[in-house]
């Protein structure tokens, strides 16, 4: 049996003895957990389509998020501070995506910077949430309670706010959670773990979360403020 | 003992298995390193194995006790109480609230902590690294992590036996509102918390352990293990895991709704609800349809979950003990990824009658019929190995054999409830309960003793009893037939699942008999199980001693270790593999093991 075959032949990445993606098992491991918190992600978008669909009305977005901070007595401008909220977080993924290149590039300078950025654009989503939900609070919304008409002007049940408090806060958690992954990155960065180590793959790994959350948003975004 | 003399072939490795010990490659190792907190997948299999056994003892005692409601409607066991205490038994009676308690918790019990857990933890840890060839799991530290949530999800749904309103007791599935309201029955307050918890907590441990099953099949196959040449085995844990990988975070989802329902005033599965001495509850506009939906878009494929780590045991078995190739493995690939697909797009079988719309309804029927084709490959797959084989019959063969049998019997049931126009008549009768007992329940747990005789060997470095295990098969698998097959006559009598006392209804009273019937027989098979538990502590420590590195004579690489292998499994290099697993009786050869190579003028299978 000829076993001189080149290593680059398509048919022998699956022959064993190497990882058929070429990838080590732990950015392996993050795929498939992203494809799992998908799933979680995708059962309560769902869940919210349909109940949304089966209700007799729903509140109009335009309306219910009009507000930002210090905004002028009687004016409206809506979904202009989510819109900001949504930016940040978009631009929070392009300088992750410079910190994984960085890092790939061995530039130990470059990735704190960019680290530290991304971190602050978390941290500055979470602070525009944070203030959002106080303002909605302050309004009367929370589990349980909804104080928003419905579009056409009906009674509306609390469906809107159970799964807005729930899917946006489930949401958060996630980015909580991402900036205190790229927290704990930054401090092994800055103690050149991955120096020490060839590589920045941890970052990389950080990186894909950390996109996903993003693009979890992106839905979660549509289908809140948008629809 | 007869048919392992027949096995104690010579083996020209023999002494390989005692010469390289000083070569092991030794840490320092404490009794907690290598016994509690240990990162070995060998030894973290074995606690999931046991763990699950602590389990299937209780749930099963459970199943005892409240057959003995069902075969006894009118008897007093005063001894009961001085045992149980009076939340349990009263007047010398099993109490409706205990009852339900009991059916409920059985099932989640049997579902997840034995048959998720206890099978596919136990035997996913053990056999993925040794017979793809690895040292270890892709993430020891996520493995043990894997366990120890485990250990504190069975530490907490033990927790509920004992709060003082008792465990939870809206049956298994935990459908709203009596999962959600804490004023609907006395299990649904802190015994449905702890049993949220308890879930929340197994979830955790099972995608820790399913991404690592995934990670390490794809990525730490040793040179020469492609995909076509995995055991069955392997393929079947690999499904198993994507399975669990996909459908628990949707079941995380739904019990996310839940606590706010039970805690924040939320109401997403509530709607337009008047309770008895509460009066009108102010939720309105969500449906407990929702939670149904979540919760059997995991519910059905996790009879998956449970089921195929039975079957690729079983096919492994089956083909080393008839010394055959497996028959037709591409296709028991293909049929096993067909089922892991169809798997997910069935579960609304189980909501024919929740207020389904019927069109929808017919495409779940087309959809849940098409799984009998894959199943029904796999049962002639089955058979044809088995014909004109030259069969061995060990403990772990007639359980598999066992298997097949249950998963025909239990599976031809299964096209009748598929119709959702016979499922009016059948929907929570005693046929369903006979139906997937048979077809996931014992039959899963054979594969589980299957798995655990064939392997106890390699486990252990000891062999189990034979006679007690062959006493073991034979009243649990004329039991399981006794116990399960008059269940499809009450169900087509209309009886329903889940009633406390049959007897006061003038339909079911011709059942009495039959129940009792049932109830003895539950109790001997329960005993008979003890049996096992006795044979399997027995013989960790007295049974007959492994001396050859391969005793069934079986081609894969588990054998190739060291009849006690160390962390690492392989002393020196890990072998490299040169064909598929089943070469049995070919060109005059009993058997040629995976890592031996091609010859020049060998025939292809």
Redesign the interface.
Known sequence: MSTTATVTAPGKWWSGGKSPFNVEYGKLMMWYFLMSDAFTFGAFLIAYGTTRFASNGWPDPNKVFQSYPGMPEGSSAPLVFVSIMTFILIISSVTMVLAVQAGQEMKKKKVVINLILTIIGGLAFLGCQAWEWTHLHHEGAWWGSNPFLNADGTQSSTNFTNFFFTITGFHGFHVFSGVIINIIMLIMTLNNVFEKRGHYLMIEKAGLYWHFVDLVWVFVFTCFYLI | MSTEAVLQAPSATHHEAHGDHHHEHHHHETFITKYVFSQDHKMIAKQFLITGMVWAVLGGLMSVLFRLQLGYPDAHFSWLQDILGKFWVEDGRITPQAYYALVTTHGTVLVFFVLTAGLSGTFANFLIPLQ??ARDM??PF?NMLSYWFFFIASLVMLSSMFVETGPFSGGWTAYPPLSALGTASPGSKTGMDLWLVAMALFVVSS?LG???Y???V??????????T?MPLTIWALFFTAVLG??????L???F??LI?DRN?????YLSDIYINGVGALPN????AI?YQ??FW?LGHPEVYIILLPAMGMVSEILSTNARKPIFGYIAMIGSMFAIAILAFLVWAHHMFVTGLNPFLGSIFVLLTLLIAVPSAIKVFNWLTTLWRGNIRFTPAMLFAIGFVSLFISGGLTGIWLGNSALDIHLHDTYFVIAHFHIVMGVASMFGMFAGIYHWYPKMYGRYLNNTLGYIHFWITMIGAYLIFWPMHYEGLAGMPRRYYDYSIWESFKQFAELNRFISTVAMIVFMTQLLFLFNFFYSIFKGRKVTTLNPWNSNTLEWTTPIRPGHGNWVGEIP???RWAYDYGKDGREFIPQTE??GADESHH
């Open positions: 793809v060839g892709a993430s996520m995608l399913g991404l690592n995934i990670a390490t794809l990525n730490m196959r040793t040179k020469g293990m492609s995909m040449r990988v996909l459908s628990f975070p949707v995380f989802s739904g996310i709704l706010f924040f005033g939320t109401s997403f309105e506009g969500g449906s929702l939906h979540l878009f490299e593999v040169h190579a091609v």
